[in-house]
């Protein structure tokens, strides 16, 4: 890893460096795994090779359905080139069945197919655990305009029909996801733009067939094989055939 370019920011899964140009970024993606407000950690060898790839797959097509997202291009294993955005500072949580959060809150057992897709906010502030906020919070803290919000809800139900269809294509039930969003400003106005990663690590994942789970709730819950379980993701999306081999090669 280049040490040479300066860090604008470190989360917990992933940094971003300066780009080479002004208005641009580079987004590489660790293997640090946390979960549970960083109460738990862990270090799973490939896991950030995995995500940037199935990551760039879902950015680019996305982009060729007219969804603009900050993608530019994948550098290397680890790195990808990606435009500078004004973070919203929320998450948008997408669901199509219960789980997580959402079972535990209403009792639902997980799994059971929602009446309609349900869109959740967020607020970006692991210091307050990421609460659940509503419009009226959004908008009087300032956070994002009825306007920006609109267009994240119009947006993610787009992205959500997008990757339902890709997911089940290859026998997964996306069952709920979690996007970021950010504004690109061009003189005095800004559009908002899709941000952050799609990957096993932002996503429930299930097996059609057997429900078993393909995503970082086997972390979470220490179901054991989670790498195995990325890596079969990417490899049924039809990324990724020489995987094997960076994960055994242990690159960096
Ligand atoms: N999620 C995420 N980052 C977060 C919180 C949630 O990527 O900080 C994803 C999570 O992987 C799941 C969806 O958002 O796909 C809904 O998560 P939920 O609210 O059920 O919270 P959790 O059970 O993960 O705490």
């Known amino acids: 890893m280049s040490t040479r370019r300066k860090k604008i920011y470190e989360g917990k899964g ?6 080479p140009e002004p208005g641009t970024l580079i987004q590489y993606f660790k293997d640090d795994t946390t979960a549970f407000n960083n109460e738990k950690k862990a270090v799973l060898e ?6 940037n790839r199935i990551s760039e797959y879902f950015m680019i097509r ?3 359905i007219g969804i603009q997202n ?3 291009r994948r550098l290397n294993l680890r790195e990808q080139l990606i435009r500078e955005l004004e973070i919203i500072p ?4 997408v669901r199509n069945a219960a789980a997580g959060s959402l079972s535990n809150r209403f009792g639902l057992p997980e799994g059971q197919a929602l009446p309609r897709s349900i869109i959740e906010f967020y607020l970006k502030d692991e210091k307050l655990s990421n609460p659940m906020v509503t419009e009226e919070h959004i908008t009087a803290f300032n956070w994002a305009n009825t306007q920006e919000i609109d267009d994240m809800m119009a947006l993610s139900l787009r992205i959500n029909d997008f990757l339902s269809g890709a997911f089940g294509a290859v026998g997964i039930n996306l069952i709920d996801f979690k996007l970021e969003f950010g504004r690109l400003w061009e003189n005095d ?3 908002v733009i899709l941000a952050d990663e799609i990957s096993p690590d932002s996503c ?3 097996d059609s067939q057997t429900l078993e789970k393909m995503d970082k709730d086997r972390f979470r819950r220490d179901l054991g094989d989670v790498i195995e379980s990325y890596t079969e993701v990417a490899r049924r999306l039809g990324i990724m055939k020489e995987m094997p081999t960076v994960i055994q090669g242990g690159l960096h």
């Open 14 to 19: 992933k940094i971003l460096f300066e780009g």
């Open 46 to 51: 490939g896991k950030g090779v995995i995500n």
């Open 62 to 64: 996305l982009n060729t």
């Open 70 to 72: 900050h993608f530019i």
């Open 90 to 93: 929320l998450q948008v949580v």
């Open 189 to 191: 106005f800004s559009r």
């Open 204 to 206: 429930r994942l299930w």
